[in-house]
């Protein structure tokens, strides 16, 4: 059974960085793509990020491309997302998501995906 667990949420100031993970089991992690969303108080779930390991391609959605970086440790079986410069607007949980089939951008094309992390940044 594949399951994985968020971790590294917090309060931060803006202008500050945290760095979350995700600890996948039940499988190798590099096997399929891996995301990231996040979902603010009503708001619909939202693309951050995600990383094809096999083409070594990453991408970002518009609202943090530049800021955040998206990365994995295979001996850990464990994704990160590296959040630099907060702003509030990023005020959401983040959740970790292993890809299935269809558009990166999409959550239906998502088939697992754990529990979330809060991250509150403060202006």
């Known amino acids: 059974q594949v399951q994985l667990v968020e971790s590294g949420g917090g309060l931060v100031q803006a202008g500050g960085s945290l760095r979350l993970a995700c600890t996948v089991s039940?499988?190798?992690?590099?096997?399929?793509?891996m995301g990231w969303f996040r979902q603010a108080p009503g708001k619909e779930r939202e693309f951050v990020a995600v990383?094809?390991?096999?083409?070594?391609?990453?991408y970002y959605g518009d609202s943090v491309k530049g800021r955040f970086t998206i990365s994995g440790d295979n001996a850990k079986n464990t994704l990160y997302l590296q959040m630099n410069s907060l702003k509030p607007e990023d005020t959401a949980v983040y959740y970790c998501a292993a890809h299935s089939s269809g558009s990166y951008y999409y959550q239906r094309s998502y088939g697992y995906w754990g529990q979330g992390t809060q991250v509150t940044v403060s202006s």
């Open positions: 990383i094809n390991w096999g083409a070594g391609t990453t």
């Open positions: 039940g499988r190798t992690f590099t096997d399929y793509p």
